[in-house]
T-cell receptor, first 114, second 117 residues
Framework: GNSVTQMEGPVTLSEEAFLTINCTYT??????LFWYVQYPGEGLQLLLK?????DKGSNKGFEATYRKETTSFHLEKGSVQVSDSAVYFC?????????????FGSGTRLLVRP | GAVVSQHPSRVICKSGTSVKIECRSL??????MFWYRQFPKQSLMLMAT?????????EQGVEKDKFLINHASLTLSTLTVTSAHPEDSSFYIC?????????????FGPGTRLTVT
């Protein structure tokens, strides 16, 4: 079946450090891939997405590239800020799934220290 | 735009009682809403998909008689946990799928923490 695996946290970084959160997936066909962010006390928000191979999603300085050959969608940011502290979820929506269900990874907590 | 609210944010109930959680899309109409359950330090697990005016579709292993879902309007879906037990204690999250004007994305509510004593 379809699944998403992402690195366990917490990830603790100093401000302005480089961030990578790994995400790999298992799915048939060509799923759409997403990164969601959950700030403390808030609902999940879509951070970025990619719908086909080699697409790069980007938003707020975050980037992720849809790599079909490695079934990966790693999240990166060149210089993190304290305000980026949150839980990040990788997710997929299976191709051809008219229900638009999302399958989530386990989430990675990021803590950025001043 | 694209705000989804949940009520209540926290609820404590006694074992054997029922609890209703509301999910509302405040500024858009949602033909499809989703209900998730999140355990501590774990991922969101999809419980069911509800379409306005029709019966919910439950994921495998989710008891439909225990978790009653009603999607009576384009802006409101409710989840009722019937005869709650301590093992039902969890964080319940809903999402609503927007239409063309909202890029057909899912928008998430802030969640409801249920504690069954």
């Amino acid at each position: 079946g379809n699944s998403v695996t992402q690195m366990e946290g917490p990830v603790t970084l100093s401000e302005e450090a480089f961030l990578t959160i790994n995400c790999t997936y298992t799915a048939t066909g060509y799923p759409s891939l997403f990164w969601y962010v959950q700030y403390p006390g808030e609902g999940l928000q879509l951070l970025l997405k990619a719908t086909k191979a080699d697409d790069k999603g980007s938003n707020k300085g975050f980037e992720a590239t849809y790599r079909k050959e490695t079934t990966s969608f790693h999240l990166e940011k060149g210089s993190v800020q304290v305000s980026d502290s949150a839980v990040y979820f990788c997710a997929l929506s299976a191709s051809g799934d008219s229900s638009y269900k999302l399958i989530f990874g386990s989430g990675t907590r990021l803590l950025v220290r001043p | 735009g694209a705000v989804v609210s949940q009520h209540p944010s926290r609820v404590i109930c006694k074992s054997g009682t029922s609890v209703k959680i509301e999910c509302r899309s405040l500024d858009f109409q949602a033909t499809t809403m989703f209900w998730y359950r999140q355990f501590p330090k774990q991922s969101l697990m999809l419980m069911a998909t509800s379409n306005e005016g029709s019966k919910a579709t439950y994921e495998q292993g989710v008891e439909k008689d225990k978790f009653l879902i009603n999607h009576a309007s384009l802006t409101l879906s409710t989840l009722t946990v019937t005869s709650a037990h301590p093992e039902d204690s969890s964080f319940y999250i809903c999402s609503a799928r927007g239409g063309r004007g909202f890029l057909y994305e899912q928008y998430f509510g802030p969640g409801t923490r249920l504690t069954v004593t």
